[in-house]
């Protein structure tokens, strides 16, 4: 292992499709572009998104030896590229993937968990590359509260092994929105509008802009982005008379707050739900992180 496997099998979890026939291995991983611009200095993402595939090949160029493919669209730049199934690089991401085929249904290896601490890092970094968000829309309460939101389609359990690995760096979430009835339609609203499924949306893990430096990104725009926001909350908390960190730094079993009651909704017996909490109400996503695995 080093870290520039450890960044490429963070991509490949956060976004990635493996195909295998009896000779080779295909991996293609996308990496989303969601909005035309960024909102701190009105650059194209276009132009960032090109400067990025040079970093990515320049951290997997020398790793894998064979052409990666880009493709870019208006808002997805997918990278490929095709190993012989008994190259070594091969027979490791397969080591370190499993039997999986998509993001949609991996699990971490146990072998993820052993990594040294910049491993962890640079595997975080590559899967938040391809799945993390930082906007100004993504703030918390406070004007300058900035957020980096790790969004995770349908894959409850991956969304648990992030937040563990998270926690052996020392990085905290703040808060998990989870796609279940009880948090994103808690009050029935929609259900009542006859839109029953509004809440099966992708999970999104959340985490304070300056808690989140330690992972950082390798993509341009995101990279600038995150150095920005983090300016912005510090001198944020700053003029409050606050200090951030005392703030931020801090896991969710650290943190007293009110629950408040939610009613019960048709949709927790619902088989988008993991059969491990399939059927039970949750008043707060903390219960639901509990019983997954995320604790303390």
């Known amino acids: 292992m080093n870290e520039q496997m ?3 099998i963070g991509m490949i979890y956060g976004n990635g499709e493996i195909q295998r026939d009896r000779v ?17 200095d009105r650059m194209p993402i276009s132009v960032y998104v090109k400067a990025s595939i040079a970093d990515i090949k320049n951290i997997l160029d020398p790793l894998l030896g064979v052409p990666i493919s880009f493709t870019q669209q208006n808002s997805v730049t997918t990278l490929s590229f095709t190993l012989p199934n008994d190259n070594y690089i091969s027979r490791e991401i397969m080591s370190l993937v499993g039997n999986y085929s998509s993001h949609n249904n991996m699990r971490f290896s146990n072998q993820i968990f052993q990594f040294k601490f910049d491993e962890k890092v640079q ?7 391809v799945t993390a968000y930082i906007r100004r829309s993504n703030r918390y309460y406070g004007e300058y ?5 790790i969004e995770v389609p349908k894959n409850w359990f991956l969304v648990v092994d992030i937040c563990n690995l998270l926690k052996d ?5 703040q808060n998990i929105d989870w796609a279940h009835p009880n ?10 509008m006859g839109n029953i499924d509004f809440w099966k949306k992708e999970h999104q893990i ?41 703030y931020t730094h801090r896991y969710y079993w650290q943190v007293d707050s009110r629950i408040t009651k939610k009613p019960s ?32």
Do not use: C
């Open 6 to 8: 450890a960044y490429l």
């Open 24 to 40: 080779n291995t295909t991996i293609a991983i996308r990496i989303p572009h969601k909005i035309l611009e960024t909102d701190y």
């Open 123 to 129: 595997f975080l970094r590559g899967l938040s590359d």
């Open 145 to 149: 509260e900035h957020r980096v939101y």
């Open 169 to 173: 760096i020392d990085v905290p979430v």
């Open 183 to 192: 948090m994103r339609d808690s009050n029935l609203k929609k259900y009542n």
């Open 206 to 246: 959340k985490v304070f802009a300056n808690e989140f430096q330690v992972v950082g990104f390798s993509i341009l725009h995101k990279k600038k982005a995150l150095a920005y926001y983090v300016k912005e909350l510090i001198k944020g908390f700053n003029n409050a008379g606050k200090n951030a960190s005392t």
């Open 265 to 296: 909704h048709p949709g927790e017996n619902d088989d988008f739900i993991p059969v491990e909490i399939r059927g039970k109400h949750y008043d707060s996503w903390k219960e639901i992180a509990r019983d997954l695995g995320y604790g303390k």
